[in-house]
């Protein structure tokens, strides 16, 4: 283990110490950390915290009477956990590679205070060259800036309230103090964003609310330690103002979730169908522009999955997903996204590196560019990019590519576009804060020295779950939206908690029948039986004779056994939707249950009789028949699932009722198909699970094994 590395585990046993309330142990090894340390402020701290450490224990050893004990000892274990944050890095500081040191090394002697960079931020006249070093500086000093104090904070919060620099540099400022934060807790950076979130300005509001959200639930095993910012998200949590604002930083920090499964998918599978047919080509505009069908879609499968798949795209974007990653990710090694502070900037087609990039081109002035560098679908970062890909055009050729795009859209489509330009500042605050956080996913995922960073998107973003950022959301609308988008995107377990938070605190959506059913729904696939009865039963309190909560009572009273009440509510149902193909195959399978199997032949009958080549009931006729001893009009069925499909079930069904047949020949090449199709450990998981019906139909056990074997036979 080398140097570092030792730092960085001691410092993890002395947190560990901390919060176990091991104090002495967290000073004995602090003391170890402290090892080469020659700052002296950070020396006389340490001294500092043995001596009143000390002073408490001989207090307390002599018996004497001290009521304030034990606020005395949290606030020694909070001086404990900020001082071996400063130790840490301290101690890695002179030799350490990661990104941070080496700026920390840099700007050691060669610091921006907060009062130098407001005279460069407040002046018109600075150079833009000037403006931009000062940018630069000014985020890697806030970012690598020891524990500030007070008058600090106060200096840093004068610029952010100034109202002589613009907007886009002082938003830039807010997510220094999280780079700042993320390397170690610093109460009066903390409570300065506290500051901001209550600021008139929107936008600055959401993003110091952002970056507040994903400090806590970076810090929040620690942040009892510290009652003045627990007292301060309390008192910020009463802002009504900010309780909207909170659902929707929750809502796009959980969208982020899909960003990369949505990746993945445009990776793996859209874009390279698409790169490899040619018809698709023009699958985009025939999306956008045709009244109908291409005809070309149904003479090719590629064509009409990726159609569906941009189509299903289309939709994500429109709620807020984040669709654009592939797109951008691959355009992120411009030197310009070398340094880490260009992340975060807010864009502008000013800014000198953009500049230097159009060019002469005019792109940024034309309808299309315009739509990109001001299109709202697009955060900042992406379009950096976007802007930057130009650089690597020659100067000649940029005039050319612009008028080209120009010349892909008609008269009245270029008119539409301009119409559809949003104006100056009129993002809405969903899509700003959506944007930033699309900006964080992209450091925090892209950035070439991303390793180095605590990655705050793989820590659970559901705000609500959080004991400390709970307290924001009151919203009853609000809490609601977002448990059932998590019930959407199939998160049970999170949206069965919140509907279930919502029931116990009395929430006005518990009125409704339909909220019982998307509780009940939620627990029924997290499978907690009871609690999804439970729900479903109010449900049908609420709203009688439903037959979806019928039919959902039904299921889960089946899961548990109770096939007769099972079966008493999907007749139930029956009542109500009789000519439904699905309510007739649960009947079935529930008479099949209760081995009443004539009576579920005649309902899968009927279904096959009504629905011609509906698989499913051809499925549930083969099987009811094995049970039944019908086993010639099972091999009918079978046979028709084995030509029109090859379903490893259905192939494995098939072996077991030619195996009772006495046909073993044809029973082993069903299996080996089965096999085929299931891979071997799912395999054997579905044929030793049907183990005790092949016992009852007649299968001797002896020779199980000798099948198995058969079947694996090469």
């Known amino acids: 283990m080398d140097q570092d590395s030792k730092v960085i ?4 046993r002395i947190v560990e110490a901390i919060l176990q309330c091991r104090l002495k142990d967290a000073i004995d090894l602090l003391y170890m950390q402290m090892d080469g340390v020659t700052d002296w402020q950070t020396v006389s701290r340490f001294e500092d915290l043995q001596r009143e450490y000390g002073y408490m224990l001989q207090f307390f050893a002599g018996g004497a009477r001290d009521d304030s004990r034990h606020s005395l000892y949290a606030g020694l274990q909070a001086k404990t956990y900020l001082l071996a944050a400063d130790a840490r890095i301290a101690r890695l500081k002179p030799s350490s590679m990661t990104l941070f040191c080496q700026k920390l090394r840099q700007y050691s002697q060669n ?11 407040e002046t018109d006249s600075v150079p833009v060259e000037v403006h931009e070093n000062m940018l630069e500086k000014f985020f ?6 020891p524990i500030w104090s007070r008058q600090d904070a106060e200096s840093m919060a004068n610029l952010c309230e100034s109202t002589h620099i613009v ?3 002082i938003l830039f400022a807010v997510s220094s103090l999280l780079l700042a934060l993320f390397e170690r807790l610093d109460p009066e950076k903390f409570l300065l964003l506290c500051r901001l979130a209550e600021s008139e300005e929107k936008e600055l509001s ?5 970056a507040i959200s994903l400090v806590v639930l970076k810090y929040s095993d620690v942040l009892h330690l510290f009652p003045a910012l627990e007292s301060r998200l309390l008192l910020l949590s009463q802002n009504v103002s900010l309780s909207e604002r909170m659902a929707r930083i929750c809502m796009a920090l959980l969208m982020t979730r899909q960003t990369a499964q949505i990746d993945r998918r445009m990776r793996e599978e859209i874009i390279p169908t698409m790169l490899s047919n040619p018809k698709l ?7 956008m522009d045709s009244e109908g069908e291409s005809p070309e879609w149904s003479e090719n499968e590629d064509m009409s999955k990726v159609r569906n798949s941009l189509m299903e795209m289309t939709e994500l974007q429109m709620e807020g997903a984040d669709v654009y990653m592939s797109t951008f990710s691959n355009l992120k090694n411009f030197p310009f996204f070398r340094k880490p502070s260009n992340w975060f900037r807010i864009f502008s087609p000013e800014q000198p590196d953009v500049r230097a990039s159009l060019g002469d081109s005019g792109i940024e002035k034309s309808i299309i560019g315009k739509s990109m560098l001001s299109s709202a679908s697009f955060c900042n970062s992406d379009k950096y990019s976007f802007a930057l890909a130009f650089s690597q055009i020659p100067a000649s050729q940029r005039e050319i590519i612009a008028g080209q795009l120009e010349g892909q859209f008609d008269q009245e489509q270029m008119e539409e576009l301009s119409k559809a330009l949003p104006k100056e500042g009129e993002a809405t605050e969903s899509q700003a804060i959506r944007q930033y956080c699309q900006d964080l996913y992209r450091f925090f995922n892209l950035f070439s020295r991303r390793h180095e960073f605590t990655n705050p998107f793989e820590f659970n973003l559901n705000l609500l779950s959080n004991k400390y950022l709970s307290s924001f959301f009151r919203s009853s609308d609000s809490i609601y939206d977002i448990a059932v988008w998590l019930l959407r995107k199939s998160y049970f377990q999170e949206a069965a908690q919140i509907f279930s938070n919502m029931e ?10 339909r909220f019982y059913q998307q509780m009940g729904y939620a627990w029924q696939r997290c499978s907690s039986w009871e609690l999804a009865l439970e729900a479903y039963d109010r449900a049908d309190l609420l709203e009688s004779g439903n037959s979806w909560t019928l039919r959902h009572l039904a299921q889960c009273q089946r899961v548990i056994g109770k096939y007769e009440k099972s079966l008493e509510l999907l007749l139930e149902a029956e009542k109500i939707q009789a000519d439904n193909m699905s309510l007739q195959i649960q009947i079935g399978e529930c008479l099949v249950d209760l081995k009443r199997y004539d009576e579920a032949l005649q309902r899968f009958y009927k279904v096959d009789y009504l629905k011609p080549d509906y698989h499913k ?3 549930a006729i083969a099987w009811c028949a094995f049970l039944a001893g019908r086993h010639d009009k099972a091999s009918q069925y079978y046979t028709r699932l084995a030509e029109s499909g090859n379903d490893g079930t259905d192939l494995l069904n098939a072996g077991h009722n030619s195996w009772v047949q006495g046909n073993v020949s044809q029973a082993v090449d069903y299996y080996r198909r089965s096999l085929s199709v299931l891979g071997h450990d799912d395999f054997m998981a579905e044929f030793d699970s049907d183990i005790p019906t092949l016992a009852e139909k007649g299968i001797d056990k002896a020779d199980l094994p000798i099948m198995k074997d058969c079947i694996c036979q090469n």
């Open 9 to 12: 585990e001691r410092h993890s």
């Open 111 to 121: 610091s921006v205070t907060t009062d130098e960079a407001r005279l460069v931020f």
């Open 140 to 145: 890697d000093s806030v970012w690598t800036s």
């Open 167 to 169: 907007k886009s540099d």
């Open 206 to 210: 959401s993003r110091a609310l952002t």
């Open 281 to 287: 080509g023009g699958l985009m505009s025939d999306v």
């Open 504 to 513: 116990a605190n009395g929430d006005s959506h518990c009125t409704d029948y």
């Open 617 to 619: 009931a051809w499925r």
